[in-house]
T-cell receptor, first 111, second 111 residues
Framework: NAGVTQTPKFRILKIGQSMTLQCTQD?????MYWYRQDPGMGLKLIYY???????DKGEVPNGYNVSRSTTEDFPLRLELAAPSQTSVYFC??????????FGEGSRLTVL | TQLLEQSPQFLSIQEGENLTVYCNSS?????LQWYRQEPGEGPVLLVT?????EVKKLKRLTFQFGDARKDSSLHITAAQPGDTGLYLC???????????FGTGTRLKVLA
C-alpha cells in the first residue's frame, strides 16, 4: 500500500520563487491536511480539507494556498518563497475521527 | 485559538526510569491522540482517547484523558532506549476534523 505520497522529498528555493508540494493518498480518505514542522518543534496546521472542493485555513496559512479538486490529491502552493518558510512539510489524511496517516515529509530550504 | 502545551519540552533519563509527559489546553477536545515521531519520518499514532477520565494501557505506556477533556498524560514505565523519540499530542474539538498538535516532548533514554 502506498498510503500518503509526497513529492518532492527535498527542494531548495531562492527567495521569491514559487513551487507546489504534491500530496496523493490512495486510501479514499475524505480528510487531508498540510502541516509544517520547524526543527525540534511540534506540527503547525497550514490548511486542511474535509472533501473534494472544500478547504479551510489552519493555524499558519499565510503565504500558502491549497486546492482539492479530487479526493486523492491535495497540493500545497508556496507563492513568493521566504526564508521563514524553510521547514519540513507533512501531508496527512484521515478517514474521519481516527488516525492521521502521514507522508514521509518534504524538506524545503529557502535561501 | 486552540493551544496544546506539552511539558516537559525535553527529557533525558536513564534506562529503567519512569516518566510522565503532560499535554494541557484551555479548550475541550472531543478526542485526543498521542503520536511518536522518529527522525526523518512522519508521526505514528500510539493511542486515541475519547472519553473524559479514560485510561488506556499499551504495554509499558499508560495514557489518561482528563475528566474535563482538556488535558492528557502519557506515563512510561521502565523506559528503554527504543522509547527515544519526539512525543506529540494532538486534538480536535467537537464537530470539527481540525487536528491541532502540541508543542512536543523530546525524550532520550540512555542505556
Amino acid at each position: 500500500n502506498a498510503g500518503v505520497t509526497q513529492t518532492p522529498k527535498f527542494r531548495i528555493l531562492k527567495i521569491g520563487q514559487s513551487m507546489t508540494l504534491q500530496c496523493t493518498q490512495d486510501m479514499n480518505h475524505n480528510y487531508m491536511y498540510w502541516y509544517r514542522q520547524d526543527p525540534g518543534m511540534g506540527l503547525k496546521l497550514i490548511y486542511y480539507s474535509v472533501g473534494a472542493g472544500i478547504t479551510d485555513k489552519g493555524e499558519v496559512p499565510n503565504g500558502y494556498n491549497v486546492s482539492r479538486s479530487t479526493t486523492e490529491d491535495f497540493p500545497l502552493r508556496l507563492e513568493l518563497a521566504a526564508p521563514s518558510q524553510t521547514s519540513v512539510y507533512f501531508c496527512a489524511s484521515n478517514p474521519g475521527a481516527g488516525e492521521l496517516f502521514f507522508g514521509e515529509g518534504s524538506r524545503l530550504t529557502v535561501l | 485559538t486552540q493551544l496544546l502545551e506539552q511539558s516537559p519540552q525535553f527529557l533525558s533519563i536513564q534506562e529503567g526510569e519512569n516518566l510522565t509527559v503532560y499535554c494541557n489546553s484551555s479548550s475541550v477536545f472531543s478526542s485526543l491522540q498521542w503520536y511518536r515521531q522518529e527522525p526523518g519520518e512522519g508521526p505514528v499514532l500510539l493511542v486515541t482517547v475519547v472519553t473524559g477520565g479514560e485510561v488506556k494501557k499499551l504495554k509499558r505506556l499508560t495514557f489518561q484523558f482528563g475528566d474535563a477533556r482538556k488535558d492528557s498524560s502519557l506515563h512510561i514505565t521502565a523506559a528503554q532506549p527504543g522509547d527515544t523519540g519526539l512525543y506529540l499530542c494532538a486534538g480536535s474539538t467537537s464537530g470539527t476534523y481540525k487536528y491541532i498538535f502540541g508543542t512536543g516532548t523530546r525524550l532520550k533514554v540512555l542505556a
